[in-house]
């Protein structure tokens, strides 16, 4: 079973639209939550972390936690041509488990 | 802005020889981690270090890995007899703290012939 899962596109939407990123994962005991931002060939790096449930805000993107179903989503509002990536949730328990990453073209 | 430094960002090896990937993660963070991720697929654990000591490793971690933290700012990754499946872009991090954000280095894209 994997620990974390995601959709891994690839992604298309048009230059300003909403892209929507989703996640489930299966350890129940998972306290913190990840969204890592990776373009071809780099690091990961840190877009965003959530540890209670609800949304949390950080200007164009929104996390969302729902610990019940074990899910966390990534939105991105007024989406860029600059924000096409691969999107790594990521989520910390005994390890720190990455999913495949969901790769997301924003089309100009 | 304090950042994870990695070197050397490439390597070429034959198989059987032994690397070392080195580097420096922010000065006052604590945990320290390895990744690795194989062209095309997703980032693995390897390890995680806390306190001078291996916190954690993963299936992948085995005998002919090993970490250490020979000097207050330095943490190294040996591969002792490398493999061609060994190949890889090796990513060290490190948080703060045991749950908290960890923050990659840019890697160390290793070739392993």
């Known amino acids: 079973q994997k620990e974390v899962e995601q959709n891994s596109g690839p992604l298309s939407v048009p230059e300003g639209a909403i892209a929507s990123l989703n996640c489930t994962y299966s350890d129940r005991g998972s306290q913190s939550f990840f969204w890592y931002r990776q373009y071809s060939g780099k690091s990961p790096e840190l877009i965003m972390s959530?540890?209670?449930?609800g949304d949390k805000e950080d200007g164009r993107f929104t996390a969302q936690l729902n610990k019940a179903s074990q899910y966390v989503s990534l939105l991105i509002r007024d989406s860029q041509p600059s924000d096409s990536a691969t999107y790594l949730c990521?989520?910390?328990?005994?390890?720190?488990?990455f999913g495949t990453g969901t790769s997301l073209t924003v089309i100009p | 802005e304090p950042e994870v430094t990695q070197t050397p960002s490439h390597q070429v090896t034959q198989m059987g020889q032994e690397v070392i990937l080195r580097c420096v993660p922010i000065s006052n963070h604590l945990y320290f981690y390895w990744y690795r991720q194989i062209l095309g697929q997703k980032v693995e654990f390897l390890v995680s270090f806390y306190n001078n000591e291996i916190s954690e490793k993963s299936e992948i971690f085995d005998d002919q890995f090993s970490v250490e933290r020979p000097d207050g700012s330095n943490f190294t990754l040996k591969i002792r007899s490398t493999k061609l499946e060994d190949s890889a872009m090796y990513f060290c991090?490190?948080?703060?703290?045991?749950?908290?954000?960890?923050?990659f280095g840019p890697g160390t894209r290793l070739l392993v012939l």
């Open positions: 959530i540890y209670s449930n």
């Open positions: 991090a490190s948080s703060e703290m045991s749950s908290g954000t960890q923050y």
């Open positions: 990521a989520l910390s328990g005994n390890q720190f488990y």
